[in-house]
């Protein structure tokens, strides 16, 4: 079975620090793979997006990586900040088919 | 440009009535996706549609929900004799390929009573 899990399920730390969120994946053979943040009450932002070919991408603050052999990404973002607090949900794609299997996601607070 | 829009934001209704839920996708978006997101189940993929082919429903938890595209743009995800564990959350997503990122729309909240 295909499936996505994301540890840890909450984290909690001060501004300015830098963190690793994790994600990993059973089945290696994936398509690509996104990260995604979502505010309470709110949809999904994509914040990156991982072809299989890739090892990583960056956007300003956030750098995610991909290691297909091992089944697993993180995303690190550096010099944290309160805005930066929410929960943060990696996705895989297996085919062209489109469909995301979606981890259960980390809730991020950053304290100012 | 406009991002993908859902109607209604919030629907209240009762057990065992029939709900009707919009997606409006990004103009030129050839995919678009349902999601459904519930507290204990995390956020699940319910149907794909890519262009004028069939479209993916694997994902559908029951015969009681339908979706349709019509013209390829607007999408309804219809759920017939709503169930309280129906309560959840409804995302919609589109993409400019059934491969690219996937964009989200703000979702609407079903609650059955």
């Known amino acids: 079975k295909q499936e996505v899990t994301q540890i840890p399920a909450a984290l909690s730390v001060p501004e300015g620090e830098n963190l690793v969120l994790n994600c990993s994946f059973t089945d290696s053979a994936i398509y690509n793979l996104q990260w995604f943040r979502q505010d309470p009450g709110k949809g999904l932002t994509s914040l990156l997006l991982i072809q299989s070919s890739q090892r990583e991408q960056t956007s300003g603050r956030l750098n995610a990586s991909l290691d297909k052999s091992s089944g697993r990404s993180t995303l690190y973002i550096a010099a944290s900040q309160p805005g930066d607090s929410a929960t943060y949900l990696c996705?895989?794609?297996?085919?062209?088919?489109?469909?995301?299997?979606f981890g259960q996601g980390t809730e991020l607070s950053v304290k100012p | 440009g406009a991002g993908v829009s859902q109607s209604p934001s919030n629907k209240v209704t009762e057990k065992g009535k029939d709900v009707e839920l919009r997606c409006d996708p990004i103009?030129?978006?050839?995919?678009l996706y349902w999601y459904r997101q519930s507290l204990g189940q995390g956020l699940e993929f319910l149907i794909y549609f890519q262009g004028n082919s069939a479209p993916d429903k694997s994902g559908l938890p029951s015969d009681r929900f339908s979706a349709e595209r019509t013209g390829g743009s607007v999408s309804t995800l219809t759920i017939q004799r709503t169930q309280q564990e129906d309560s959840a959350v409804y995302l919609c997503a589109s993409s400019h390929s059934g491969t690219d990122t996937q964009y989200f729309g703000p979702g609407t909240r079903l609650t059955v009573l």
């Open positions: 996705a895989v794609r297996y085919n062209q088919g489109g469909k995301l299997i």
């Open positions: 103009s030129g978006h050839t995919a």
